[in-house]
T-cell receptor
């Protein structure tokens, strides 16, 4: 089955700096890679996703890159703000009905002002 | 759009009692719903996959007689923790997929369960 590794487990940056979180996956059949942000005591919120036919996707300060050959994808947050502080999870799945997401262990991002 | 709600948001119960958690897709029809549990500072662990009108598929190690899942309609799934014990205390989160965007999962706000 699929296995998703996520690094780093914690990341501290200064406000305005960039943050990068990396994930690798094991199943070459996976073709959908979302990123979720989870604030304390709340459910995960989808912030961006990418499918295997795309190498990069950007939404304002957030971007995701995908390297299918190497089986890794990354989340890039630019111009970080204190409200970006949260736990970020990457995930992977196949594009099939009923297929569950497999999550990485999460990265706790702290942005200090 | 794509809002998922859960009820209750938190519950405290005595050991041995049963607790029901509801998961609703408010503005879309969810062909598949998923139930996760999350321990403090850990990732989400999939418990079961629920398709409308059929029996849930449980992950290895999850007791189906203890965690009863019912997906009675395209907008409602329930998780019942039967004979709850303190070790069942956790954060339970559901997610739902729409028919039109099969891969994307929208998560509910979670239910905090504390068993005394």
């Amino acid at each position: 089955g699929e296995n998703v590794e996520q690094h780093p487990s914690t990341l501290s940056v200064q406000e305005g700096d960039s943050a990068v979180i990396k994930c690798t996956y094991s199943d070459s059949a996976s073709n959908y890679f979302p990123w979720y942000k989870q604030e304390l005591g709340k459910g995960p919120q989808l912030i961006i996703d990418i499918r295997s036919n795309v190498g990069e996707k950007k939404d304002q300060r957030i971007a995701v890159t995908l390297n299918k050959t190497a089986k890794h994808f990354s989340l890039h947050i630019t111009e970080t703000q204190p409200e970006d502080s949260a736990v970020y999870f990457c995930a992977a799945s196949e594009n099939q009905a009923g297929t569950a997401l497999i999550f990485g262990k999460g990265t706790t991002l702290s942005v200090s002002s | 759009g794509a809002v998922v709600s859960q009820h209750p948001s938190w519950v405290i119960c005595k050991s041995g009692t049963s607790v029901k958690i509801e998961c609703r897709s408010l503005d879309f029809q969810a062909t598949t719903m998923f139930w996760y549990r999350q321990f403090p500072k850990q990732s989400l662990m999939l418990m079961a996959t629920s398709n409308e009108g059929s029996k849930a598929t449980y992950e290895q190690g999850v007791e189906k007689d203890k965690f009863l899942i019912n997906h009675a309609s395209l907008t409602l799934s329930t998780l019942t923790v039967t004979s709850a014990h303190p070790e069942d205390s956790s954060f339970y989160i559901c997610s739902a997929r729409t028919r039109s965007t099969q891969e994307t999962q929208y998560f509910g706000p979670g239910t905090r369960l504390l068993v005394l």
